[in-house]
């Protein structure tokens, strides 16, 4: 649905984003995770067609950016990250606007805002004005907006932003609600926790460069590397030294220590870097004749994992 090559955007001697290459199947859910001015909104906008690129090309729900803009504007629809609403218009106001920009035929508006106004859950606001809104329902009436016209792609650049615990959650519940419906969605963030549980894959960017592309799973094999086990052994089985001495022969496993604590002996293993799972090391300690007392990995947050690749330590 998405499909960016090389993309590269200068604003004077800035290189705001450099040589973007991403893909995003249809029914996805990319998370867009970077800190500010990471080249987040800057990707986001070159896509829904709003900033042309200085280098590189993207296909848009199968449409050139270059040449197709007025197919690709009926295909997406974009939320910026800053909603300009027109402070004098009741909700309904505002949505019968934008559907007659979107040219939905007369007769059909009521019926499309009345579905976009119960997805967001603001069928109760309908004919409040747009300015006393609180900023949750804003945003979601932001997503409502962009909805009117039945997009397959959204482009939502930070929805969740500003909003406080329960707003986010019901924002995370409206997008899971929409990958659902089979749209694919592209959602920014500054969080990537935030985005963690409904994501499909995830893509880190940095100063304009993209970091990581491809699913969690991986980016936490990724930063899995140097992760640590301590298993503590129990009395009766082979000794810590036998069995440091098994398992330093594998090569998935870095280094192995053996640390002496007032419980017993504790095994520290470290894995190397690459998808290696647990289970290989729990049948080589069964097989080496351990008798495991306990088996602790040290968790991956999902936070360190972030900062591990945005501070540059992964290749
Ligand atoms: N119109 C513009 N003119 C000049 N510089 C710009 C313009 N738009 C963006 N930039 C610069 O490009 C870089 C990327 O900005 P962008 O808005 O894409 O970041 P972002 O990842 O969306 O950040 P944020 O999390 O703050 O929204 C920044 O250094 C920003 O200052
Ligand atoms: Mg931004």
């Keep these: 649905m998405i499909e960016a090559r090389g993309l590269t955007k200068r604003f004077g001697s800035l290189v705001a984003?450099?040589?973007?290459?991403?893909?995003?199947?249809?029914?996805?859910?990319?998370?867009?995770?970077?800190?500010?001015?990471?080249g987040k909104s800057t990707t986001m906008k070159i896509l829904a067609c709003l900033l042309a690129p200085d280098a590189g090309t993207a296909r848009v729900a199968g449409y050139d950016i270059r040449t197709?803009?007025?197919?690709?504007?009926?295909?997406?629809?974009?939320?910026?990250?800053?909603?300009?609403?027109?402070?004098?218009?009741?909700?309904?106001?505002?949505?019968q606007f934008f559907a007659a920009a979107f040219q939905i035929e007369r007769k059909k508006r009521k019926g499309v805002i009345d579905s976009v106004l119960e997805l967001t859950d603001l069928?109760?606001?309908?004919?409040?004005?747009?300015?006393?809104?609180?900023r949750g329902m804003q945003q979601r009436l932001g997503v409502a907006r962009v909805l009117i016209h039945e997009p397959k792609v959204l482009l939502l650049d930070e929805p969740a932003s500003g909003l406080d615990p329960r707003a986010r959650?019901?924002?995370?519940?409206?997008?899971?609600e929409l990958a659902r419906m089979?749209?694919?969605?592209?959602?920014?963030?500054?969080?990537?926790?935030?985005?963690?549980?409904?994501?499909?894959?995830?893509?880190i960017i940095e100063r304009?460069?993209?970091?990581?592309?491809?699913?969690?799973?991986?980016?936490?094999?990724?930063?899995?590397?140097?992760?640590?086990?301590?298993?503590?052994?129990?009395?009766?089985?082979?000794?810590?030294?036998?069995v440091a001495e098994a398992l330093s022969r594998d090569d998935r496993i870095a280094k192995v220590g053996v640390e002496h604590e007032a419980g017993g002996a504790c095994l520290v293993v470290e894995l190397k870097a690459g998808r290696h799972g647990h289970h290989f090391l729990l049948e080589l300690l069964m097989a080496a004749g351990a008798?495991?007392?306990?088996?602790?990995?040290?968790?991956?947050?999902?936070?360190?994992?972030?900062?591990?690749?945005?501070?540059?330590?992964?290749q």
Excluded: W
């Design 123 to 134: 069928g109760a606001k309908r004919h409040a004005m747009v300015d006393s809104l609180s």
């Design 169 to 176: 959650i019901e924002m995370r519940e409206l997008l899971t």
């Design 17 to 38: 984003l450099e040589n973007l290459t991403l893909n995003i199947g249809a029914g996805e859910v990319f998370g867009f995770i970077g800190p500010n001015g990471a």
């Design 208 to 242: 304009g460069v993209l970091l990581y592309a491809g699913s969690i799973q991986d980016a936490y094999a990724r930063v899995r590397a140097g992760e640590r086990i301590t298993i503590m052994l129990e009395a009766g089985g082979r000794t810590p030294a036998e």
């Design 182 to 203: 089979g749209k694919s969605l592209m959602v920014s963030s500054h969080i990537l926790s935030e985005l963690a549980e409904m994501s499909t894959s995830i893509g």
């Design 291 to 314: 008798k495991i007392g306990s088996f602790t990995p040290e968790g991956v947050k999902l936070e360190d994992a972030f900062l591990k690749l945005t501070t540059g330590a992964l």
């Design 68 to 95: 197709d803009g007025d197919l690709i504007r009926r295909a997406i629809g974009y939320m910026p990250d800053f909603l300009g609403v027109y402070d004098d218009l009741t909700v309904d106001e505002y949505l």
